[in-house]
Nanobody, 113 residues
Framework: VQLVESGGGLVQPGGSLRLSCAAS????????MGWYRQAPGKQRELVAA???????NYADSVKGRFTISRDNAKNTLYLQMNSLKPEDTAVYYC????????WGQGTQVTVSS
């Protein structure tokens, strides 16, 4: 599975962005998809994940601000990010887990005034 992220950019604190992750094939059978992020000098961390049945989980730091969703018809994963903070600045990666882990190339999100 090839994954291509888009939607990153520069946004002011309090602003919003929506990230998209387009898959090269149907995601209907992919059990788990998620968004991870990695800030400079830090380890990659889970931001949000959704399983095929629809249940989701979020990092405590983004609960109530970020929403993950998947559109199986469009083979696309989304991350709606609201009330962005400077500490959300990172490269965001899309992940798909079936029998192996697949990663996108990442998209930069910078939150700064």
């Amino acid at each position: 599975v090839q994954l291509v992220e888009s939607g990153g950019g520069l946004v002011q604190p309090g602003g919003s962005l929506r990230l998209s992750c387009a898959a090269s094939r149907s995601i209907f059978s992919i059990y788990r998809m998620g968004w991870y992020r990695q800030a400079p000098g830090k380890q990659r961390e889970l931001v949000a994940a959704v399983i095929s049945a629809g249940s989701t989980n979020y990092a405590d730091s983004v609960k109530g601000r970020f929403t993950i969703s998947r559109d199986n018809a469009k083979n696309t994963l989304y991350l709606q990010m609201n009330s962005l903070k400077p500490e959300d600045t990172a490269v965001y990666y899309c992940n798909a887990y079936t029998s192996a882990n697949y990663w996108g190339q990442g998209t930069q999100v910078t939150v700064s005034s």
